[in-house]
Nanobody, 115 residues
C-alpha cells in the first residue's frame, strides 16, 4: 500500500508564499505522473499542476507563472512552490500519483490565503 502525506499548508497573507510537500512511502520512479489537486469549499476538486516522468509539466491557467511543481526522486517527494498567493487559492491541496491503473491520493493539507 502506497502512502502519500502532504505537509506545508497553513495561513498566509495575500501575496505571500508557501511550499507544499508530499512524502511518498516508497520510490516514486515508477509513477508516470504526479500532481497536485485542490478543492475549495463548495467546489469540485480541480487539477492544479502535474509533472510527468519525462519532467514535462502542466499547470492550470489560474496558477501559471505563480506555482512551480517539482519532484525529488531520491527523496521520494513531490513539491509545490506557491508564490503570489491569492484568496481564491484557498483550498485543501491533495497530492496524487498514478502508476498504471492505480491512482493514489494523500489526505490533503489546508491552505488559507487571507489578511
Amino acid at each position: 500500500q502506497v502512502q502519500l502525506e502532504e505537509s506545508g499548508g497553513g495561513l498566509v497573507q495575500p501575496g505571500g508564499s508557501l511550499t507544499l510537500s508530499c512524502a511518498v512511502s516508497r520510490t516514486i520512479f515508477s509513477f508516470y505522473v504526479m500532481g497536485w489537486y485542490r478543492q475549495a469549499p463548495g467546489k469540485q476538486r480541480e487539477l492544479v499542476a502535474q509533472i510527468f516522468s519525462d519532467v514535462s509539466r502542466y499547470y492550470t491557467d489560474s496558477v501559471k507563472g505563480r506555482f512551480t511543481i517539482s519532484r525529488d526522486n531520491p527523496r521520494n517527494t513531490l513539491h509545490l512552490q506557491m508564490n503570489s498567493l491569492k484568496p481564491e487559492d484557498t483550498a485543501v491541496y491533495y497530492c496524487n500519483a498514478k502508476e498504471g491503473d492505480m491512482n493514489y491520493w494523500g489526505r490533503g493539507t489546508l491552505v488559507t490565503v487571507s489578511s
